[in-house]
């Protein structure tokens, strides 16, 4: 078979054990690539397990600057016996594997239909190197140098990559320099290169920057003002805490003082950490936590009693594979239902639905001030593959005039003055009530906060008419919350239709990807990307403005698709759904054929939208 | 309905306190405890040792969990904000609360159930965490609330009022804050005013994470012969390792005149505690020699009272975190927000 041929536009994947320092080696290939101007989408698959497990790296190279997890692979970098006949036959015909052919490896355990290309990377690395660690370490920058010079990646590239990574330490320097080369000079060597699959610069990636949603949420968190975290180690959600306390190591400690104008806390578990958050909130502190899903079912009290007293609170939840630990390392969008209901009795959530590290970092900053603004739970909803993927994205951007919004709190001067407090009482007519901080005021607006209801002055009452009092203004939040929350985005169709699409988050790559196949295929799509719950009108109208309107999400049981039909009485048969739970995030060839395959039945509608 | 307004008539020649406060500023609602409830005396003695002490009513923070212990901050301190939480996980949000401010003053007051089952864990944490606060558990070894199940302080062998026998191991609530770390541990009786009012002040005043254990009968459903927790039996089996005094700040040490050894330890704050030991071979400063005093005299049937632990160098989670003097909830954009230049020079690191 004809070897593949195509450029700048393939996927890589690596096929490594866990621990052996591979992961590094795989971030600078992909950062390589970048520097030459071209985008890369690469995705950590690991299972969850610690050292000595499979893991994989798949990169998309893709000049176009999809992002979106394309599927298939072109290229299988494969350094991992135990899993090497998946890996093998995962290739695409035509395909390439590369392997490390140190130890000799039986015909039957190739395919005809890809390309073979060893490099004794062991035999080189040992040659090379004498101390173990060192051995293993450079093994993985020795098939980054073979890679570079097979799919034509500049060597000057890695060489300027390594003297930033190592500013400083000349030795490092030199060692990866050198490891590079080894690989570098036995393909020239040895082999034909370079490969059908190949690099050329390009100038697709601007002022883009690469970094992963964790991170950037932390960074939000830092920017809009969080002084109090508590958490408990969960995967996916653990490096958002993580890169808090990087950042805050960084910029919130007084350089006068030394000291720190935050606080982490690391609680014994899920309920510690949102009570602390709570604690926090109650008093003022713009607070956060971090979890999954299982980490959700252990707040959920703790959230109702926030959504019941009314305690600003932010909540990230980066999703994963459920129910129960389901797949803790994979990705899924499903715990819409369990935030957005969250708790006992009739409860309502404000969820968030950022789509890359940019909205990440924005909703982040966002959500501490809806938290202030509405006195209530605020989830930011992201999942694993933003959370733990670095991703090309539009650069953070902050206005330095931008000032937090802290929401309804009336001061001790605005007591002395003799203004009314009552801290459920609707004065404004928008549903949210004015509270005060503990200790503001000698002899006024002090209350009792409790989770059992009360009347509009905080006192226990048992009585009907308060508890509907109550619980209907609390929807009035709701609603008001609608018109505070990031509205939806809309890409119109190239030209009038009657189909429609709504998705959100990190569906939101491959559907860009999608709906250009889409339209190159004769169908347009508009499509709206959903960022928040409660949904604003502008939801309601969108479906009402088309016949057909698929929901594409990554969960079995069409989360988005009940919230959407519950919350706007819209008929289920004019919502068709476009599910994709298998942990792997979606891809643009997912949702295309999904989409093919609803509207084959559907002829009128197809060439109406054509 | 449950609630109950206290009348606001204040009697003019009421005596003030130095921060200009009658007793009655420290008082809350009207209890609707039971008649004759231990914990209205705890109640009591919050308020008398508040008023004392000249704080502020409004600088407190009083949080409670759940049950019929954690309805008693409605009771006392009405100018101060009060949050009844969730069951046993008072802790908790009290940390949290703290982290936020560090300049109120927390007072956490739970219950057996709420401290020793469903909120152990967070009990222990926030123990091991030096959370700077005076928890004090109001501890009847009963569910009030529903009616009279064992608690998990119940004695093994007590008996129920329906004549259950109670068959597991108690927690030790003060052997585990020992154990854990906290830097003030004492035990006391609701009926014993006298030494009650002073080891609050000094939980109070305490720079660290200070426990109280208060026995506090439940005179509805343990107040019998079978109960360990009942009047009778804490007053008969009652073992006081020491009498203390609270000395605030600022105010002149009196002579020792008191008979036996005394001791006076500084707490953080200036204040003065004089220890009027009862036991001359008891040492208060010696964490474990404390714990196996007071578990030798458990094996006893005697209930062990007074201030049984004190470190006066005690660390709190502020000092742990090294946090800034400013209360966190003060703080504003320009010490938070690192600004747009640091933001550009962080996306040129990420190209």
Known sequence: MKPMEAINDFVIKFANVNGSGSASANELFAKAILRMGVPVSPRNIFPSNIQGMPTWYEARVCEQGYSGRRGGVDMMVAMNPQTWDADVAEIAPGGYLFYDSTRPIPASKFRQDVSVIGVPLTEISNSAFTDPRQR????????????????????????????????????????????????????????????????????????????????????????????????????????????????????????????????????????????????????????????????????????????????????????????????????????????????????????????????????????????????????????????????????????????????????????????????????????????????????????????????????????????????????????????????????????????????????????????????????????????????????????????????????????????????????????????????????ARFITEAIQKQLQGATALIKEAA | MTYLAKPRLRHPTLTQNKVGYTRRDYEGRISTLCAGCGHDSISAAIIQACWELDIEPHRVAKLSGIGCSSKTPDYFLGASHGFNTVHGRMPSVLTGANLANRDLLYLGVSGDGDSASIGLGQFANAMRRGVRMAYIVENNGVYGLTKGQFSATADRGSRSKKGVINNDSPVDLVGLALQLGATYVARSFSGDKEQLVPLIKGAIGHGGAAFIDVISPCVTFNNHGGSTKSYDYVRQHNEAVSRIDFIPRHSEITAQYAPGEVIDVQQHDGSMLRLHKLHTDYDPTDRYAALSYMNARQERGEVVTGLLYLDPQATDLHLSLNTSDAPLNSLGPTALCPGSKALEKLNASLR
């Open chain 1, 136 to 587: 293993q370490l450079f093994k993985n920058i020795i098939y980054v140098g073979a890679l570079s010079v097979l799919l034509d990646v500049e060597a000057e590239v890695f060489e300027t990559l390594f003297a930033e990574q190592y500013r400083g330490k000349e030795m490092l320097i030199d060692a990866n320099v050198r490891a590079l080369h080894l690989g570098r000079d036995y393909v020239k060597e040895h082999l034909q290169a370079p490969l059908g699959l190949r690099v050329r610069r390009a100038d697709k990636v601007g002022e883009q920057i690469f970094t992963d949603g964790n991170s950037a949420i932390a960074l939000g968190c830092v920017y809009g003002g969080a002084t109090v975290a508590a958490w408990y180690p969960i995967t996916p959600s653990s490096s958002v805490p993580e890169a808090f306390q990087k950042y805050c190591d960084k910029f919130r400690v007084d350089p006068d003082t030394g000291r720190s104008n935050f606080a982490i806390v690391q609680a014994e578990d899920e309920l510690a950490s949102i009570g602390m958050v709570l604690g926090a909130g109650w008093n003022g502190a713009r607070a956060f936590t971090a979890t999954s899903g299982p980490g959700i079912s252990l707040m959920t009290e703790f959230i109702g009693l926030a959504y019941f007293a009314e305690i600003p609170v932010t909540i990230i939840n980066v999703q994963r594979g459920g129910p129960s630990t389901g797949m803790p390392t994979r990705t899924q969008q499903s715990d819409l239902l369990s935030c957005a209901y969250a708790s006992h009795g009739d409860t309502k959530h404000v969820l968030l639905f950022p789509e890359d590290p940019h909205e990440c970092f924005e909703h982040a900053a966002a959500a501490l001030d809806l938290a202030d603004r509405l006195q209530t739970p605020i989830f930011l909803m992201t999942d694993l593959d933003i959370g733990m993927n670095q991703r090309l994205c539009k650069p953070f951007v902050w206005d330095d005039a931008r000032t937090y919004d802290r929401g309804k709190v009336m001061t001790a001067e605005e007591l002395e003055a003799g203004k009314d407090f009552g801290r459920y009482k609707d004065v404004d007519g928008d549903g949210i009530p004015w509270r005060t901080y503990p200790g503001t005021h000698p002899t006024k607006g002090s209350f009792f906060t409790r989770g059992t209801t009360r009347d509009p002055y905080a006192r226990y009452s048992e009585r009907g008419p308060d508890y509907i009092y109550n619980m209907e203004r609390l929807c009035a939040k709701f609603r008001t919350a609608a018109d505070l929350v990031p509205q939806p985005v809309l890409r119109s169709a190239d030209q009038p239709t009657s189909l429609g699409v709504l998705y959100f988050g990190s569906t939101s790559p491959a559907m860009q990807e999608a709906l250009d196949v889409l339209t190159a295929s004769g169908i347009h799509i508009d499509a709206l990307r959903l960022r928040a719950f409660p949904f604003p009108d502008s939801v309601e109208r969108f479906i009402a403005a088309h016949e057909l309107v698929f929901v594409v999400e990554q969960n079995r049981d069409a989360q988005m698709h009940v919230l959407l039909v519950n919350e706007l009485g819209v008929d289920p048969a004019r919502l068709i759904k476009v599910l994709h739970y298998d942990g792997t995030p979606i891809t």
